[in-house]
Structures are given as C-alpha cells and as structure tokens.
C-alpha cells in the first residue's frame, strides 16, 4: 500500500507535538489573558468559580471590587442576581415581629452595607437607571403588613427599607433626592394613600393611617442625621397639600399613639397628668415644628403660625391646656409668635386661657412662672391699646377663677381631681407672686 492510499485512510491523524510545546502554548495563551483582560488572575477562572470566591467575601469588599474596574462591576452585577448571591448577601430573612437589640444592629449594619454595595456599583448610572434597581431590590423587603407581620410597630422591615435608601442617596443633589420621594412614594402607593386619608373623617381607617405613618417616619424621617435633612424630606411630605390638610398630615405622623391607633381626638377630650406624659404626648409634634422654623426655607413664620392654628383646631378644638403644652416644647420663638399673632387678631380671650393653662404647665414641669410672666409683657407690647391690655390681664385673672370652679364642678371627687387643683392653685400663687414682686419692686428695693 502506497502513502498516499494511507494518508487517505486517516485524514485527521494529528501530527506528532512535544508535550512540552502544548504547555509553553497553555503557559503562554494564560499569560496572554492575564496581562491584557481586564480581571487579570481573575480572568481565567470559570463564571461558576468566581461566583464561588466572591461568596467567601465581606459585602464591603465586594462594594470595593466594583469600583475597581468596569468589568468587575460587571462581574458583581451578574453575581448579585444568583441565587447564591441571595444567600450571601442577607442569610438572615427578616422577621416581621420584634427583635432584640443584636438582632436589630444586625439587620441595620447588613442593609447599609447592602446600601454601599448598590451605591457604588451603580455610581455611573443615570438615575433613573438605579432608582429603578433600587426598587427592584426594596420590593422583596418592604414590609405590607401581611399576614407574618406580627406587630407592625416592632417590625423592622421599614427600617431596614429607609436605612438602605438613604445609604444609597447619601450625597445626592435636591433634584435626585426629590425625584427619589416621587419615584419610592408612588411605586409604593403611599402617595395616593396619604391623599385618601386626609381627604377622609380623621380615624375612618386606622390600620391604613398606622402603615402610612410607620412608612414615612421609618424610610423617610427616622433616617435623618441632622435637622436640615429632616426639613428637607418633612417639606416634601407636607408641601403638596393645603394648610389644613398639612395640620392632619403633622399629627398623622407625630400625634400621640395608643395601641395600634393614632389618638385623633385625645387632645380635644383630655390633658396630660405630668411632664412624662406630655413629653410623650407633643414631643415629636414640637419637634417636626422646631425643625420646620430653624432649617426649612420654604417655611415662614406665618407658615408655622397657620399650621398650628389649623392643628389645634383639628379634628375639634383642643383644649387650652394641650395647646399650652404643645408651645411650651416649641420654645420661646415659636410661642410668642403664636400668641402674638393671636394678639392680634384680637383673641384677647383664646389668649387669657392659654396663657393660665401655661402656668399650669409651668407647674407641672417644674419650671418657673418667670417664663410665663415674660411672655404676658411681650403681648402686652404687641396689643394697640391699653383697653385691650386690661381685658387681656383681667381675662387671665378670670380664667384662673373659671380654671378652679370647673375642676371642683366636674371633677370625680377623688384623688385625682384635688391634686388637679392643688396644681392650679399653686399655678394662681405662682402667677401672682411674680406679678405682685413687679408691682412692688421699687418698694421692695428702697
């Protein structure tokens, strides 16, 4: 048989090659890869073996790693969406009840890492581009009162939810930050939840005013580090609606809470026992107002003026003493511009009664009456004439008198209603101790 006959009979017979030489090939064709990809070492592993490394790595690092190169950022974007990725990431599911203090700091460390992690991989986005990622990843977090839900209030899922967010827009400008609010609020319906409620009777669905109060505090508000941040979001949540319906909106977030129900129609029917209470009770009201006044530019001090008005007149008229101890946490510069305002407007008698309830607020929180004394001369300045003056500290004389005889009329007859008394009564010696030393201080230096 010829060679070429045998040629014929095995046309794929490979030519004979040094091992040697395939390996320098192997060497040389790894080394290639390794100096030009972009990975470099990390370029010759499979897809499944760099997913298996990156597993092994802190959340930190691996939001290091993307913004190393445009091809590792790649790399952990196609990593994030497996499912090994999910195990990683957060091993722990939430859980929808009350946790304890490390599990708490657990969840709130591992979102804001999770945070960074989407943040820097995301940075040469545009921003509807990670908003939308931002969404995606939220969704499957976001707490909607479901049936494992065991106490919405103790949930953490919300904080969780606002801790990333603000992580990741830490450092944004105004336009993104409120394109954010618009883009979260309405994804979400909280936006159109929101303007059903203040357009409904105040209490008509208690288990939506619980979700939305908790949703806005806990990924909006409780998230802030200083008080222009809180005025800033505070604005947004308040600006789109009409001064009454910014009244409800403040209390529907930050009026008092009993259970599981905001108490709408508390401070129209009862007044706090002791400072602790009324603390609890217009703390965070007076608070989102001293935020508003010192760090918000939209807001002007008529602004203020009008809101609280509107707030201490919803879904009833407050009583005096509640509307005393909602300034009295304001401090001096809100309080006497409301009061003033008042003045004004010739509400010599509204006035006479807060200015009576102050001093038993005064009372109540150990606080001296000298405060209270400074604010009468400060309205005394702002009334036109001395007629209006006169009727204004007749009037708190007055209703120093009706204060007593109401409590003796209408109280129960036990304890309670004489230490009621006992505190106006020293409210009323109190008041005129300080009137009677200006009256007689001349006497008294000579």
Same mark, same amino acid.
């Given at each position: 048989?010829?060679?070429?006959?045998?040629?014929?009979?095995?046309?794929?017979?490979?030519?004979?090659?040094?091992?040697?030489?395939?390996?320098?090939?192997?060497?040389?064709?790894?080394?290639?890869?390794?100096?030009?990809?972009?990975?470099?070492?990390?370029?010759?592993?499979?897809?499944?073996?760099?997913?298996?490394?990156?597993?092994?790595?802190?959340?930190?690092?691996?939001?290091?790693?993307?913004?190393?190169?445009?091809?590792?950022?790649?790399?952990?974007?196609?990593?994030?969406?497996?499912?090994?990725?999910?195990?990683?990431?957060?091993?722990?599911?939430?859980?929808?009840?009350?946790?304890?203090?490390?599990?708490?700091?657990?969840?709130?460390?591992?979102?804001?890492?999770?945070?960074?992690?989407?943040?820097?991989?995301?940075?040469?986005?545009?921003?509807?581009?990670?908003?939308?990622?931002?969404?995606?990843?939220?969704?499957?977090?976001?707490?909607?009162?479901?049936?494992?839900?065991?106490?919405?209030?103790?949930? /953490?899922?919300?904080?969780?939810?606002?801790?990333?967010?603000?992580?990741? /827009?830490?450092?944004?400008?105004?336009?993104?930050?409120?394109?954010?609010?618009?883009?979260?609020?309405?994804?979400?319906?909280?936006?159109?939840?929101?303007?059903?409620?203040?357009?409904?009777?105040?209490?008509?669905?208690? &288990?939506?005013?619980?979700?939305?109060?908790?949703?806005?505090?806990?990924?909006?508000?409780?998230?802030? &580090?200083?008080?222009?941040?809180?005025?800033?979001?505070?604005?947004?949540?308040?600006?789109?609606?009409?001064?009454?319906?910014?009244?409800?909106?403040?209390?529907?977030?930050?009026?008092?809470?009993?259970?599981?129900?905001?108490?709408?129609?508390?401070?129209?029917?009862?007044?706090?026992?002791?400072?602790?209470?009324?603390?609890?009770?217009?703390?965070?009201?007076?608070?989102?107002?001293?935020?508003?006044?010192?760090?918000?530019?939209?807001?002007?001090?008529?602004? /203020?003026?009008?809101?609280?008005?509107?707030?201490?007149?919803?879904?009833?008229?407050?009583?005096?003493?509640?509307?005393?101890?909602?300034?009295?946490?304001?401090?001096?510069?809100?309080?006497?511009?409301?009061?003033?305002?008042?003045?004004?407007?010739?509400?010599?008698?509204?006035?006479?009664?807060?200015?009576?309830?102050?001093?038993?607020?005064?009372?109540?929180?150990?606080?001296?009456?000298?405060?209270? /004394?400074?604010?009468?001369?400060?309205?005394?300045?702002?009334?036109?004439?001395?007629?209006?003056?006169?009727?204004?500290?007749?009037?708190?004389?007055?209703?120093?008198?009706?204060?007593?005889?109401?409590?003796?009329?209408?109280?129960?007859?036990?304890?309670?209603?004489?230490?009621?008394?006992?505190?106006?009564?020293?409210?009323?010696?109190?008041?005129?101790?300080?009137?009677?030393?200006?009256?007689?201080?001349?006497?008294?230096?000579?």
């Amino acid at each position: 048989m010829s060679m070429a006959s045998l040629k014929l009979m095995f046309p794929c017979k490979k030519p004979r090659r040094s091992q040697r030489l395939e390996m320098k090939e192997k060497i040389d064709c790894k080394t290639k890869t390794i100096n030009t990809g972009p990975l470099g070492f990390f370029e010759i592993l499979p897809l499944e073996l760099k997913f298996l490394v990156y597993t092994y790595l802190p959340v930190e690092e691996l939001s290091i790693m993307t913004i190393t190169s445009k091809a590792m950022r790649n790399m952990v974007e196609l990593y994030k969406n497996t499912s090994w990725a999910e195990q990683h990431l957060l091993p722990q599911p939430i859980l929808h009840s009350a946790l304890t203090v490390p599990q708490q700091a657990y969840f709130s460390k591992q979102f804001h890492r999770l945070g960074l992690l989407m943040k820097r991989s995301t940075c040469l986005y545009a921003t509807k581009d990670r908003l939308k990622l931002i969404q995606q990843f939220l969704q499957k977090y976001l707490c909607s009162f479901h049936k494992s839900c065991e106490n919405p209030t103790k949930c /953490i899922a919300l904080v969780c939810y606002g801790k990333f967010l603000h992580t990741v /827009i830490a450092g944004w400008d105004d336009k993104e930050c409120i394109k954010t609010f618009e883009t979260v609020g309405e994804n979400t319906l909280m936006l159109r939840h929101l303007n059903n409620i203040v357009k409904c009777k105040a209490g008509a669905y208690p &288990t939506l005013e619980l979700h939305v109060r908790l949703f806005f505090r806990r990924v909006f508000l409780s998230q802030c &580090t200083g008080g222009s941040d809180k005025a800033f979001w505070l604005s947004l949540i308040l600006k789109p609606f009409p001064m009454v319906h910014q009244a409800r909106v403040l209390f529907l977030l930050f009026g008092p809470m009993c259970g599981d129900e905001i108490q709408w129609y508390e401070m129209c029917e009862s007044t706090p026992v002791n400072k602790e209470q009324a603390s609890v009770c217009f703390g965070d009201l007076a608070n989102a107002f001293k935020v508003l006044h010192s760090y918000s530019k939209d807001w002007t001090e008529d602004d /203020i003026i009008s809101v609280i008005d509107e707030l201490t007149s919803s879904p009833d008229e407050w009583l005096a003493e509640n509307i005393a101890n909602l300034l009295y946490l304001c401090g001096d510069t809100i309080t006497l511009n409301v009061l003033n305002s008042k003045a004004i407007n010739g509400r010599v008698t509204e006035l006479a009664s807060i200015i009576t309830s102050m001093c038993l607020v005064c009372i109540r929180h150990d606080n001296s009456i000298s405060w209270v /004394i400074n604010i009468v001369n400060d309205v005394c300045v702002v009334l036109e004439n001395s007629r209006d003056k006169l009727n204004f500290l007749y009037g708190i004389a007055d209703m120093f008198r009706e204060a007593i005889l109401d409590i003796h009329e209408f109280g129960d007859g036990e304890d309670d209603s004489g230490q009621e008394i006992q505190y106006m009564l020293d409210a009323q010696a109190e008041f005129m101790k300080e009137v009677i030393l200006m009256a007689f201080r001349n006497m008294l230096s000579s």
